[in-house]
């Protein structure tokens, strides 16, 4: 059974400036919430295929998930892909797509993150009495690069 979230949130910044932002791994770490570490694990540019590791802190320990870019539309959109099963989660296969769109005030960037394989009936229970809080999270994220977007702009 699939689970699908959803998120929409506003920036001042035009959506190529922000989907720039979404893009550039070495960045992360100056905007990103909780945000301990990341190791790219592909050499060359950020393209599809690009794989890196990041490692959050969460609920007061570290979290660590890999991350495989699998479509962009510079400008547009990036999608992810992250097996669970190889990081803390321990559990699913997890599609994740942003996508930003002008608007007369700036932009909107569309999350649409889509779970599936999540375990047996335990573990999809477990996560969706989460979901909210990993929206909330989410939201955090797209609220700080926002903010960082304004002050370096």
């Known amino acids: 059974m699939t689970i699908v979230l959803t998120l929409s949130v506003p920036f001042r910044q035009k959506a190529a400036i922000v ?8 960045q992360g770490l100056q905007w990103m919430p909780g945000l301990q570490r990341i190791e790219v694990l592909t050499p060359g540019p950020f393209a599809v295929g690009t794989r ?12 660590s998930e890999t991350f495989t ?4 539309e510079p400008g547009k959109s990036l999608s992810l892909y992250c097996n669970g099963r190889e990081g803390t989660s ?11 769109t ?3 005030d700036g932009s909107v960037l569309n999350f649409t993150g889509t779970f599936d394989n999540m375990g047996g009936i335990v573990k ?18 797209y609220l700080a690069l926002s903010a960082w977007l304004d002050k370096t702009a």
């Open 19 to 26: 989907h720039a932002a979404l893009c550039n791994l070495d």
């Open 52 to 63: 890196w590791g990041e490692t959050r802190k969460m609920f007061g320990k570290e979290a």
């Open 69 to 72: 870019v699998t479509g962009i």
């Open 90 to 100: 321990g559990m699913g296969d997890m599609n994740f797509r942003m996508e930003c």
């Open 102 to 104: 002008d608007t007369a």
């Open 124 to 141: 999809r229970l477990f996560f969706r009495m989460f979901k909210g809080m990993f929206l909330s999270a989410m939201r955090k994220d």
